[in-house]
């Protein structure tokens, strides 16, 4: 919301709203006027450069990648996720895969012990979940190398 400013924001329907009254609720990040400005411009972004659409056909674009990589990979087990919010459920814990990726130039997380968890910006484009796909590619033939 703030692009990078910590600010937090409250949403809720007329109903909802009703039942606050001033000092129900407070946010650490609450009504700061440099974050507040940031996250207007933000928002001006997200809603002119419509990143929405972008992020749901670069999300189908890095689904699709990441399916065809998990069928040439019998390591993988599934892939599920909403837009670019993407995961990969391995066979057997990959905590190490991380610091492997990290190094060849990938940023990405393990939840669940076996769930590699890719967060990229709305603004990714074709070129760069293309190299993403390379790296995690290379990681999966260098672990399994070392496995042999």
Known sequence: LGAGLPIGAVVANREV?????????????????????????????????????????????????????ARNWGIVREVRGVGLMQGMELETPCRHLVDECRHRGLLVNVTAERVLRFLP????????????????????????????
């Not at 039942?19 to 946010?27: A, I, K, L, Y």
């Not at 689904?63 to 990589?69: C, M």
């Open 121 to 148: 910006p709305l603004v990714v484009g074709q070129g760069e979940i293309d190299r993403a796909i390379s790296i995690l590619e290379g990681v999966f033939l260098a672990v399994s190398r070392e496995a042999s």
């Open 17 to 69: 709203s009703s039942t606050f009254r001033p000092g129900d609720h407070g946010s650490t990040f609450g009504g700061n006027p440099v974050a507040c400005v940031a996250a207007l411009a933000a928002l001006n972004v997200l809603l002119t450069e419509d990143l929405s659409a972008q992020a749901r056909v670069m999300g189908d674009y890095f689904s699709g990648r990441l399916q065809s990589l």
